[in-house]
């Protein structure tokens, strides 16, 4: 598995992301189309608000008119029918709803515009009025000239008992109905009085109870006894196929931008940046322990990374990824600030003299800024109580062009260096020869194989005679058992770090290590 692929595993899965993405995504779709509906729907109760307002409006001056024209009638002197039929005739042509018209004297309709000089008793020509209302309003299934079509009866009182204007009006819902036309959610209406009703849909008379229930609104005419109902969907299929297409385009939106968002935001270069600045990076510290005395003598600082989603990350994975992503270089600058940090607290607990070991990467070294960032680093350090080891992998010396330079300026602050990983790269033996060293740590590879004493290993040896000569000394990585380091030791080598002395540990367990020394390791 490539090296960044490895760190960025856990952090960008793709599969994660889009199932993160598609959830929001719904999530947005859901949330704006309900907003939509909710804006629909209220744009739409307007709508029926201002309709229901204009039909009562319309409604009301039309019966208005037909009472200011109308009940005047009833004053005409009770002389022959003849005298005032033209006048009745007359109204019946110039208002369009009007059928017919009878005045009525004590509850005797006299004349009308359609017949002549009569004498018919009021209750007989309209049984349900009740002649001593105001005004009272009848549907009639059929009237004597629209035997087909029902009616309404409008009933005026004059100013004495028994008389008044009777009038039958032609119900036509048809202008209406293209009235609301342009509303295309409204499917219908009712006149309603006293349990009948005439609907839109059904040109007779039905019972006022088998309407549908819940009509969009329901208007009242005050001073008329009737009412009004609107029928229809509260939302049209047009409104259905908005809200949907507005959720549809914002949870598309939200879905694609998180997926952009969420690949861009989410690289593992900008994640170590932000891992930085919200402190997810820590620092370990494993002891390097003097073969001989059994003491400890450095310590080891070795960086954590703990990210908020993917957990622990290790530290090849990252460091590698840093040095690909050109980042190693603000990632060291943290780690010089994270050790300083320690250091202060570290130091109480700590023996003045102790080694410090950090580990540098290539492309620090070989950065303009290397020796600005060291000495501040020195500056930020407790003074005078750390002795500083610089631990240089041979992968480091191949990449550093000027490697002599940077080394005897490092000596000129006082800081040792260490070849890290001896023996894992293939021109390690140059570079003994090109620069000098303080230390060599021999890589774990090595160790790991030295099972028992009777154990023999001729590069080891070739290795720990080389080193001899060249009068560094020698540090053994990843020591885990007693024969370990009894070979090791038996073979001149000066320190050892591994499991079996400590694990790397956070301040306050190295702290704790220091005030409660583990018993001496029998090796
Ligand atoms: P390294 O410099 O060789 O560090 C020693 C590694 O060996 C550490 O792994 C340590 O936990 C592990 N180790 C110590 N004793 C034993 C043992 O007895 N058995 C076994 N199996 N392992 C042992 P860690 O902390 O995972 O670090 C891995 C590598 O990451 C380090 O190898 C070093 O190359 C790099 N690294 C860690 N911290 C830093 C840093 O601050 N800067 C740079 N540039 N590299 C770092
Ligand atoms: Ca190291
Ligand atoms: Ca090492």
């Not at 010089?336 to 003299?353: Q, Y």
């Not at 540990?505 to 390791?521: D, G, K, S």
């Amino acid at each position: 598995m490539p090296l960044s692929s490895s760190l960025t595993r856990p952090l960008l899965n793709p599969r994660k992301i889009a199932c993160f993405s598609a959830t929001l995504g719904l999530l947005f779709f859901l949330l704006s189309a309900l907003i939509a509906l909710l804006l629909v729907a209220q744009h739409r109760a307007n709508n029926h608000d201002k309709l229901a307002k204009r039909s009562q409006d319309y409604v009301q001056n039309l019966f208005d008119e037909l009472k200011q024209n109308l009940l005047p009638l009833q004053t005409l002197p009770h002389l022959s029918c003849d005298a005032v039929k033209d006048t009745l005739t007359r109204h019946t042509a110039v208002n369009e709803n009007i059928q017919t018209i009878w005045l009525v004297d004590n509850n005797q309709a006299w004349c009308s515009s359609t017949t002549d000089e009569m004498q018919q008793d009021i209750h007989r020509l309209s049984p349900e009025t009740d002649t001593r209302k105001a005004i009272d309003i009848r549907l009639v299934a059929a009237t004597p000239l629209a035997p087909e079509k029902p009616a309404l009866e409008l009933w005026l009182k004059g100013d004495e008992a028994g008389k008044g204007v009777l009038v039958t009006l032609g119900i036509n819902l048809t202008p209406y109905l293209l009235y609301t036309a342009g509303q295309h959610e409204i499917n219908g209406m009712a006149i309603i009085t006293g349990d009948k009703a005439i609907t839109s849909w059904e040109q007779r008379f039905v019972s006022s109870h088998s309407l549908p229930a819940n009509p969009l609104r329901t208007i009242m005419l005050p001073g008329y006894p009737f009412q009004l109902a609107i029928y229809g969907d509260r939302l049209s299929v047009g409104d259905i196929n908005i809200v949907l297409l507005v959720g549809l385009l914002l949870g598309l939106t939200g879905g694609f931008s998180s997926l952009l968002v969420m690949t861009q935001y989410w690289r593992p270069g900008r994640e170590i940046l932000q891992g930085i600045r919200r402190g997810e990076f820590h620092v370990e510290y494993q002891p390097v322990i003097a073969a001989v005395s059994g003491d400890v003598c450095g310590l080891e600082a070795l960086l954590r990374w703990t990210h908020p989603v993917a957990g622990a990350i290790p530290p090849d994975s990252f460091i590698r990824y840093a040095e690909n992503k050109n980042l190693i270089v603000p990632l060291t600058r943290h780690l010089f600030e994270l050790v300083a940090r320690d250091c202060h607290e570290l130091r109480h607990e700590i023996p003045a003299g102790t080694g410090l070991n950090l580990n540098l990467s290539p492309a620090h070294l070989s950065d303009k800024e290397f020796y600005h960032d060291v000495t501040r680093w020195l500056e930020a350090m407790p003074q005078n109580h750390f002795s500083y080891v610089f631990e240089i992998t041979e992968r480091t010396m191949v990449e550093t062009r000027n490697a002599q330079d940077i080394f005897d300026w490092l000596r000129s602050k006082n800081i040792r260096i260490a070849l890290d990983d001896f023996g894992t790269g293939h021109s390690a033996l140059i570079y003994l020869e090109k620069f000098r060293f303080d230390y060599l740590k021999i890589d774990r590879g090595f160790v790991k194989n030295i099972a028992r004493e009777s154990f023999t290993s001729p590069v080891l040896d070739a290795v720990l005679a080389l080193a001899k000569k060249l009068n560094l000394h020698t540090v053994a990585e990843g020591v885990e058992t007693g024969e370990q380091a009894r070979w090791l030791r038996h073979r001149g080598v000066c320190h050892f770090q591994g499991f079996l002395f400590s694990r790397p540990r956070t301040v306050a367990q190295l702290i704790e290590y220091f005030q409660r020394p583990p018993a001496p390791v029998e090796s």
